[in-house]
């Protein structure tokens, strides 16, 4: 029914940017929230940001707060994270989360599509 593609991942240095791009397509809803979550190895799956499909309300972890900032675009739709300073800490595949039919999901079980991920590797 929703197709998620994640784009933007590599391999950056401590202190650099990346921008990462989500893009959902198939069938269409009234409302899309969307996240991203990332996974480091040997960690558990975390939340990063989320934002509702109005864009007025967004979260994001402490550990990216006024590093990382989620936006979206609803004609497509697609969800975007720009990362600056960027961490060794940061190095994880990051996963893009759509919940269609919501104007806002606070849960992981909340949204029904995953991306494939895309590798964020950031070197000292």
């Known amino acids: 029914q929703v197709q998620v593609v994640e784009s933007g991942g590599g391999l950056v240095q401590a202190g650099g940017s990346l921008r990462l791009s989500c893009a959902a397509s198939?069938?269409?809803?009234?409302?899309?929230?969307m996240a991203w979550y990332r996974q480091a190895p040997g960690k558990e799956r975390e939340d990063v940001a989320r934002i509702s499909w109005s864009g007025a309300s967004t979260y994001y972890a402490d550990s990216v707060k006024g590093r990382f900032t989620i936006s979206r675009d609803n004609a497509k739709p697609t969800v975007y994270l720009q990362m600056n300073s960027l961490k060794p800490e940061d190095t994880a595949v990051y996963y893009c989360?759509?919940?269609?039919?919501?104007?806002?999901?606070?849960?992981?079980?909340?949204?029904?599509?995953w991306g494939q991920g895309t590798q964020v590797t950031v070197s000292s």
């Open positions: 198939g069938r269409t809803f009234s409302s899309y929230a």
């Open positions: 989360a759509v919940s269609p039919g919501r104007a806002w999901a606070t849960h992981q079980y909340e949204y029904n599509y």
